[in-house]
């Protein structure tokens, strides 16, 4: 399986406000870019940390919009399943993420309660447990390959996408960097989680693009 993860940030490196409050970074060629890459994916993966802040639905293109975009030759058949890595079991089970169609796949660890998992699959997910206190991300993705998913692409946030790159997990990252300035110690970043102190991800760069007043940096990861 390869994983891309896909960012928008600030000059600074922001993801949104101290208070997890969404800006808009991109334009809309860049929206349309990431439309593209959606278009390409097989699943869609974010943390429960979005899914609590931002509620996002991840149904933006129904097959005729999807085939439309499919000049990058890699197009699914159908929209790309939604996934959630929530170790505790904590997304709403009214969340829009919750909605039915296409499929929604929550991973969660031992330590999630089981009436949390058993609303969830109430509610229509299918809930894998993996990983003892956090969800085992290398497991997630076997099972999604097993299931599968050619093409992961996560869509955040920080906590999540250090855990990735921690796991050795990513193979490609595209970040769009917006002429804008957030700020804010707490103001979640790209890659949050505790952070490395040494055997960092070694980049490889292979894309540079003027976009939106902005500029968009494309990146393979190194073995």
Do not use: Y
């Amino acid at each position: 399986m390869e994983v891309v993860v896909n960012a928008a940030t600030s000059v600074d490196g922001k993801l949104s406000t101290r208070e997890r409050r969404q800006v808009r970074i991109s334009g809309e060629a860049d929206f349309a870019r990431v439309d593209r890459l959606r278009a390409s994916a097989d699943a869609i993966l974010v943390g429960v940390g979005t899914v609590l802040a931002d509620d996002p639905s991840l149904t933006r293109h129904d097959r005729e919009h999807r085939r439309a975009l499919g000049e990058r030759g890699a197009v699914r058949d159908g929209p790309p399943v939604r996934v959630v890595a929530d170790s505790r079991a904590r997304t709403s089970v009214d969340a829009a993420i919750l909605d039915g169609d296409p499929p929604t796949h929550v991973f969660v660890s031992e330590a999630a309660p089981a009436e949390r998992r058993e609303a969830l699959v109430a509610a229509g997910a299918a809930v894998h447990v993996t990983g003892e206190e956090r969800v085992d991300l290398a497991s997630m993705c076997e099972t999604l390959d097993a299931g599968g998913a050619n093409r992961l692409m996560v869509e955040g946030g920080g906590e999540l996408i250090f855990s990735l790159f921690e796991a050795e997990l990513v193979d490609r990252l595209s970040v769009f960097v917006g002429p804008v300035v957030i700020g804010g110690r707490d103001a979640p970043t790209l890659a949050d989680g505790v952070g490395f102190t040494d055997g960092f991800p070694e980049l490889r760069l292979e894309g540079v693009e003027q976009l939106d007043g902005g500029v968009l940096l494309e990146w393979d990861v190194v073995d």
